[in-house]
């Protein structure tokens, strides 16, 4: 009985050691966030690989939108 506990906890122990990598697989390269998705749901008014635009839209959010001075009144 001794002997069939002692393999049932080392066989436990063991079955820990079988796990998977979980490392993230991706064809996808970063590439620069102006640069856009290509899908649908963008902001019509922006236009995707124009750094100039994106850069003026941040900051219209950033201003209008996330800041608690403005917002207050």
């Not at 979980?22 to 019509?44: E, H, I, V, W």
Request: net charge positive.
């Amino acid at each position: 009985m001794m002997r069939l506990l002692s393999a049932m906890v080392m066989l436990a122990a063991l079955s820990a050691c079988g796990e998977k990598p979980q490392a993230l697989q991706s064809s996808k390269r970063d590439a620069a966030s102006y640069t856009g998705t290509g899908k649908a749901f963008a902001n019509q008014d922006w236009k995707q690989g124009d750094k100039a635009s994106w850069e003026s839209h941040l900051k219209a959010r950033n201003q209008y939108g996330q800041n608690d001075y403005t917002r207050m009144n």
